[in-house]
């Protein structure tokens, strides 16, 4: 038998890098459908975790700046996050607030004693041991002298000394923590598909050219009859990460982490109670607050004890209970 001629259907993904540096990737992603390319590109944006600076302890500030100004931008440093499986999350964490197993502390300190305007960059930052492992929390540099951003300027005279805690985080949280600082993202680039209804003054072909990815697609042949069970198999990426993680780490966190969602749902339908106690499969929300019967309605007593076990206290006005609580005026319920 010639195997050779046989018609053999593709099973799963395909993958066909068509670019990679450093800081970027450019790849096709087929035989899937638009659903799980979609899941890819949102869990590659929102939910791949990074390190970022979270806490700034200020021990003095006479620059110009404010200090929230200054907290903000150290927030925005991006910092290696090579392999951060090490790094716990806080909230998984048995410590009060941080400590060495789910945060990395670095400490800025400059002063100006010149006439000139002192610069203070990124390569300031001083990492302190211990930490998860020898990469994470170091700032990232990439420009050819050496300095990283700029975080503040300073004049004779003034200086800055504070401690920041670098904890581990996704963008769903905040922007600080994502990967990316762009997906690109498109299939059907000749849109035959008709996804997209143009918007054009007088031609459509001219005012809306097609892009790259066009080339790596048949155009729609004139007169041809449109398949209305046609569906897209061919999504193009292009990852440009900041720099924390290298752009293929980035798409298999992704993948990892949509691999632990799954595994939640399955879970979940499969009936499964044999989780962690402090969330789903990926370290968020699911857990009920502590002394909440998981099995009490919110309606069976008419709201006169609440989920929490504990009927309404007196607050520290001295109200008298109500059935939401205290009021804070001291009155002890509604009918007055």
Partial sequence: MDYDTMDVEEIGPRVMIREAAGDRADFTLGNVDLAFANSLRRTILAEVPTMAID????????SVLADEFIAHRLGLV???SKQIEDVYYTRECDCDQYCENCSVTLTLRAKCTGDEVMKVYARDLVVEEPRPNEWVGKPIITDEAGLGVVICK???G????MRCIAKKGIAKEHAKWAPTSAVGFEYD?????RHVDYWYEEDPVKEWPISENGKWENPEQEGQQFDFEATPSRFFFNIESVGNLEPDAIVQQGIKVMQQKLAAVLQELSGDDNRNADGDADGFGGQEP???NAGAGY???QGYTTPY????????WGGGATPYGATPYGHSGWNQ
């Fill in 55 to 62: 806490l700034v302890e200020i021990d003095e500030n006479t």
């Fill in 78 to 80: 991006p910092l290696n």
């Fill in 154 to 156: 300073l004049r004779k």
């Fill in 158 to 161: 003034q200086e800055i000394s």
């Fill in 189 to 193: 680039p000749h849109n035959k598909l």
């Fill in 290 to 292: 502590d002394g909440m």
């Fill in 299 to 301: 309606g069976a007593d």
């Fill in 309 to 316: 076990i504990n009927p309404g206290a007196a607050s520290q």
